[in-house]
């Protein structure tokens, strides 16, 4: 069982949308991942060197041609961070106290007790 934790460094809906469509894959270029998350190329560029300095992924760089491809993939690491966000999102999502809790304080809502 994959123990929840959830991972500040993946949690942006960008990087954890990328995290995903690499869990998904065993490697996946780069043009792909651009056209999934519709990002430019910096922005994916950055988001995959964040990435890979934490050690959650890794790159490769080829050349196919003339043209340099980039592909990258989850490291064992970036896996098991990935796993234990998605566990910790779960059980945020799935845990009654907590959605209990949220609903009597959500702001501006009204008090379901006294409608």
Do not use: C
């Not at 065993?26 to 792909?32: G, P, S």
């Not at 890979?52 to 690491?77: M, N």
Request: hydrophobic share 40%; charged share 25%; proline share 3%.
């Amino acid at each position: 069982m994959t123990q929840a934790r959830f991972d500040e460094l993946i949690h942006p809906s960008t990087r954890l949308s990328l995290v995903a469509a690499l869990a998904a894959a065993d490697w996946a270029e780069f043009a792909y991942l651009k056209d999934r998350l519709g990002l430019s190329d910096s922005a994916l560029s950055k988001q995959l060197t964040t990435l890979e300095e934490a050690g959650y992924i890794t790159t490769e760089r080829r050349l196919d041609g003339s043209r340099r491809k980039v592909r990258a993939r989850l490291t064992s690491t970036g896996r098991h961070a990935f796993n234990g966000h998605i566990a910790a999102l779960q059980a945020i999502v799935g845990g009654d106290d907590i959605r209990a809790s949220a609903s009597a304080a959500a702001p501006g809502d009204p008090d379901p007790g006294h409608s």
